[in-house]
């Protein structure tokens, strides 16, 4: 998990990155991304993306490599197709993400909740309630709410799209506001 060293030539360094991600030496690859919602920490690992946090600083590095590896190098080409498909998100062009992601390490429940979430299309809301039938738990509303808190890959994987029984905007783990502005910018009906 480093970034490029002080007094190595920019291109040294990116040669160096370069060749380790080629060797199959990382964890994961990361990169910042900008957004209109503020910057985003990506990482990808070679299954697909791993990560999007909303802190794109040490510590959510940090968090980043306690999760994915500690062998994590930023190599901003490999986060090329995330970068192009997140600024054509948020600019309106693309409303379906064509991304590999890496769900792998992640409890069953929880993979089985975010796969069905990637079901809720763009512009539409789901409930929490309405998440648990489909995946098979009606009575699993809450446990739904935490394994979308626990989403390593939002807006990618859209939990931004679920909202509470009655349409209101409830928890989000980058905040409401951001919440509301995916929603916004994606033309769905809020309560």
């Known amino acids: 998990m480093t970034t490029p060293a002080e007094g190595v030539p920019a291109e040294l360094d990116a040669r160096f990155r370069d060749s380790a991600a080629a060797e199959g030496l990382l964890d994961a690859a990361w990169d910042i991304a900008e957004s209109p919602i503020g910057p985003l920490l990506l990482a990808a690992s070679a299954r697909g993306l791993a990560w999007v946090g909303f802190d ?6 940090d968090r980043a490599a306690a999760t994915l ?5 930023r190599v901003p080409r490999l986060l ?5 498909q997140l600024d054509g998100y948020f600019a309106g062009h693309l409303h379906a993400f064509e991304l590999a992601v890496d769900l792998a ?8 909740v975010l796969e069905e979430l990637q079901r809720v299309p763009y512009g539409a809301t789901a409930t929490y309630a309405q998440l648990a039938l489909r995946v098979g738990k009606p009575r699993a ?9 626990r989403n390593p890959v939002p807006i990618i994987v859209p939990c931004h799209r679920i909202v ?4 209101s905007l409830t928890g ?7 919440k509301r502005a ?8 809020l309560a």
Do not use: I, K, W
């Open 164 to 167: 509470g029984s009655s349409g």
């Open 141 to 149: 509303a809450r446990a739904v709410g935490g394994a979308l808190n």
């Open 182 to 189: 995916l929603l916004t910018l994606e033309g769905a009906t």
């Open 172 to 178: 989000y783990a980058g905040g409401l506001e951001r």
């Open 69 to 73: 590896g500690r062998r994590l190098l």
């Open 80 to 84: 090329d197709p995330a970068h192009r």
């Open 105 to 112: 390490g992640l409890p069953a429940f929880q993979r089985g």
């Open 56 to 61: 794109a600083d040490n510590s959510a590095l």
